[in-house]
């Protein structure tokens, strides 16, 4: 919805599927081949996929430019470029301490970034259940290149030292049951008393939609950017579709 | 001048008791003991196939101890081919066979793009569905495994089960 907003509001059009159902996927279809034929339709492609590496692949099929929305557990570029531009906002990125909760191994904009916080020296610690842990391959890229990865089992440890706690959804069906749910999402829920002795400019983020991860009473809280985070997605989409077809 | 080249590989007694001299295709030599069979299956040429294949297997040999060594009739395979097997048995040497004689002899050489001989370990992985398009995988440096390049799944042990 955020990419129709963005190009509606740079006076473009934009030409929506939003199910498999809707297109010619539902006959069988490749994606290859619906990207190929979207291509003569539309001057830039916007795609989410639940398959990862989808848009590598409807990039190398495409004749227009294409813009990754999510592929999957992969990747969420978009969203991650809206994060860094709301961090950017409240203070420069460079060496900071970002603190990711939730589900870091299915969550696709935790890897995207993840990926983005490499690149300017920040210090980041992971809080996620067992088995929902950063995927090890990313992690040990990330180690690589250099960034420092502190694993931690409980917010608490951590966040009065960091300064932006950047949390994602735990969904539901990857659990056995829903008690197993409930017991590990309630230990990561985050509430105005688990702030109360958090850095004075703590940013809270997190990509929405939100189920029961952030207590409601924290909006209203000056740490909650979330909502402003979600609107800076139309700003940043904009830049981004005029970029690759300016 | 009258060329004196061994046949093929055949350079030690037990292996031409073992594996007859082709007249004309390729010799792959000094393959790992006990890889033979991955080795023709990452080269495509496993189950059906018209080929002529004389496969020895944990043969002695003196430098490696035991070796295998796939024999490839009627079919010169090229170096892009052969580099795949590198992977799995890095001091292989291909020898291709002319008329009983060894025209050329090389190593192989680990490739740094690993193309449609390999299964993504990832089954949400866009090449796991009906896609026309084939693996492909991003060959890490210092022997740390394979890259997905369209999912980013590494593939750090067992590389032989994802072979295709």
Known sequence: MSFESAMARLGGSSISVSSVEACSMAKGETLADTIRVVSGYADAIVIRHPKEGAARLAAEFATVPVINAGDGAGQHPSQTLLDLYTIRQSMPIDGIDVALVGDLRYGRTAHSLASALSLYGVRLHTISPPGLELPPSLAEGLMEKGMEIINHTDIGEVINDVDVLYVTRIQRERFPDSTSYFNVASSYRITPELLAGAKKHLVVLHPLPRVDEIDPRLDASPHARYFEQSKNGVPVRMAMLLDVMG | ?164
């Open chain 2, 1 to 164: 001048m009258k060329h004196i080249a061994p046949a093929d590989t055949g350079d030690e007694e037990g292996e031409r008791l073992l594996i007859r001299r082709i007249k004309n295709g390729t010799v792959i030599d000094h393959i790992d003991g006990g890889e033979a069979l991955n080795v023709i299956k990452i080269l495509g040429i496993a189950g059906t196939t018209t080929e002529t294949l004389s496969i020895a297997t944990n043969v002695p040999s003196k430098n490696m101890g035991k070796k295998d060594i796939v024999k490839i009739s009627n079919r010169e395979l090229s170096k892009e081919e052969v580099d795949r097997i590198a992977l799995i048995t890095p001091r292989a040497t291909i020898n291709i066979i002319r008329n009983f004689r060894v025209c050329e002899k090389q190593g192989v050489e680990i490739p740094t793009l690993i193309v449609g001989s390999v299964r993504c370990p990832n089954p949400g992985c866009i090449t796991r569905t009906n896609e026309p398009i084939k693996s492909r995988f991003a060959v890490l440096p210092e022997g740390k495994g394979l890259r997905c390049t369209y999912c980013d799944s590494v593939i750090t042990k067992d590389l032989t089960s994802y072979i295709i």
